[in-house]
Nanobody, 121 residues
Framework: QVQLVESGGGSVQTGGSLRLSCKASGSWFGINTMGWYRQAPGKQRDLVATVSPEGNTNYADAVKGRFTISRDNGRNTIYLQMNSLKPEDTAAYYC???????????????WGQGTQVTVSS
């Protein structure tokens, strides 16, 4: 059974910083790109940032220059350092991982339970 467990959310004021962590555990044949998505109330879930096993990163325009995604392959963990936070960053943040359970099964997305980030003005 695959589990993604996020931590590090909370409440900060505008301009503050938070660091999110997501650890994947379980058994699989392979784990590929991991990333963070966020969803504000009444809105769709949007990409924040992704990181490949090789360390290649991709960011949403709204967070470029403020957020940094990183990965520790040995610990199957990703991090999201969020600086210069704005009220519009307020959302539930979800960890995602593309995992292949066995060599004959396709890559599938797995999700964490989400962690809330609230930025007040």
């Amino acid at each position: 059974q695959v589990q993604l467990v996020e931590s590090g959310g909370g409440s900060v004021q505008t301009g503050g910083s938070l660091r999110l962590s997501c650890k994947a555990s379980g058994s699989w044949f392979g784990i590929n790109t991991m990333g963070w998505y966020r969803q504000a109330p009444g809105k769709q879930r949007d990409l924040v940032a992704t990181v490949s096993p090789e360390g290649n990163t991709n960011y949403a325009d709204a967070v470029k220059g403020r957020f940094t995604i990183s990965r520790d392959n040995g610990r199957n963990t990703i991090y999201l350092q969020m600086n210069s936070l704005k009220p519009e960053d307020t959302a539930a943040y979800y960890c995602n991982a593309q995992i292949r359970l066995t060599h004959w099964r396709p890559w599938q997305p797995y999700w964490g339970q989400g962690t809330q980030v609230t930025v007040s003005s």
